[in-house]
């Protein structure tokens, strides 16, 4: 089967992993999560098309269709395919499966009828949002499932895919679907900000959670993309918002937009988890478009100021480390003073700190420093400047940096 340009190596890797798993004698549940627009359900067609199997491909996405009939009937389909398979099964797809109230429970049943009954369905369902879907499956279908986790394009495959450069990663970010408008910004913005933020941001964090001031999650995604790259208190943040509430909410909030892959708060290393929770966090928006879209940063305007520039920088490298961290790595900041380091890695092989450094060389590096004496046993790492390439470091995952 050729595969197509449009997925690079480590979506091809992920369609690999899911026709193989299909494969398999024993059924599994098949999950598929990850942000809006990183190639869910091409990745899904793809592995179909390569196992050569019938498939039911079914989506949740209409407000009119999340009810348990609406499953019930998607599963039927799936049936009625594989019995007339003559043993070679089907597969199931279906999409935006949180929106279906207690889905678990309805999938739960049916997936264990079909257990019994020596039926070869192979079911997959996609969700936007990791741990929305993660949630339900924790909850009924124990044993039953295996995650396939899905992030942003990164540098290195927007590169590969379509020949993209540093600055134009820097400005548009690693939205595959966008990349026929970045010739007319304006449009460009638009279906940023109307197709994939408000959609994330009223489809399924709102939609799917109990928030109380839907304004203020608003605000603060706003705000997040302002001071993305910085350390920012709770307490700030209260006093920059317009409908401030108290700490406690705002943390729960950024959890919210965290799962939803739009942005995440990072937290302090201090060698010790609960001194850790309780730090301010560094914002950092997951996708650069996020920031520009945003805040209407022009190509030109990024390209005229350095600081902004250097911001988009900082977000790009704080962005790609979540994305490639996995679950054994914890991506950190740590300040002690005036001394501050932009990133650390934290794992079972070590530590390494990170300084993110722009185009203009730096005569000493005092926050590296500051940290080698407080932790002796870690390891620095400079990008950018006179250290690792930028470009080099956006195609290298977290797990490499940290046992290179």
């Known amino acids: 089967m050729s595969m197509s340009p449009l997925l690079p190596e480590f979506r091809r890797a992920g369609v690999a992993t899911l026709e193989a798993r299909l494969r398999e004698p024993r059924r599994f549940l098949q999950v598929v999560a990850g942000p809006r627009q990183v190639g869910k359900t091409t990745l899904v067609r793809q592995a179909i098309a390569a196992i050569d199997q019938t498939a039911h491909v079914a989506s949740a996405d209409d407000p009119g269709l999340r009810d348990r009939s609406w499953l019930d009937a998607q599963w039927q389909v799936g049936r009625v395919l594989t019995d007339a398979s003559r043993g070679a099964g089907a597969v199931l797809v279906l999409d935006e499966i949180q929106k ?22 192979r079911v997959v369902v996609l969700g936007s949002a990791p741990l929305l879907v993660q949630r339900g499956l924790s909850d009924s279908l124990a044993g039953r499932f295996e995650i396939l986790g899905l992030g942003h394009w990164g540098f290195a495959e927007m590169r590969n895919a379509f020949g993209w450069d540093l600055e134009q ?35 399924d964090i709102l939609l799917l ?20 790259g910085q350390v920012v208190s709770y307490q700030k943040l209260v006093g920059q918002l317009q409908d401030a509430g108290n700490t406690t ?28 929770r309780g730090s301010s966090p560094k914002l950092i928006a997951l996708n650069t478009a996020l920031v520009t879209a945003m805040t209407g940063r022009s190509a030109a305007d990024v390209a005229a100021d350095r600081d902004v520039r250097d911001r988009l920088v900082e977000t790009a490298v704080g962005a790609h480390l979540v994305a490639t961290a996995g679950r054994d790595i914890d991506v950190l900041w740590w300040r002690e003073g005036d001394r501050e380091v932009d990133f650390v890695l934290a794992g079972r092989s070590g530590v390494l700190a990170i300084e993110v450094g722009s185009g203009r060389p730096k005569p000493s590096l005092p926050g590296l420093a500051a940290f080698t004496r407080h932790f002796g046993a870690a390891r620095t ?23 290179s």
């Open 209 to 228: 959670n109990r928030v109380d001031k839907p304004a203020l999650l608003r605000q603060l995604f706003r705000l997040g993309c302002d001071y993305s």
């Open 169 to 203: 990663f820097l400005v548009f970010g690693g939205y595959p679907g966008s990349v026929p408008l970045v010739d007319d910004p304006d449009r460009w913005r638009a279906y940023i900000l109307d197709s994939l933020i408000e959609t994330t941001l009223s489809r």
């Open 249 to 276: 909410t705002l943390a729960h909030y950024l959890a919210l937009l965290g799962d939803a892959g739009m942005i995440t708060g990072l937290q302090k290393y201090a060698g010790s988890k609960l001194r850790q």
């Open 100 to 121: 279906v109230p207690d889905w678990s429970e309805i999938v739960k049943r049916l997936w264990d009828e079909d257990t019994a009954a020596g039926r070869n369905l």
């Open 381 to 403: 790492l400079l990008i950018g400047a006179q250290g690792l390439p930028l470009e080099v470091a956006l195609a290298t995952s977290a797990a490499d940096l940290l046992t």
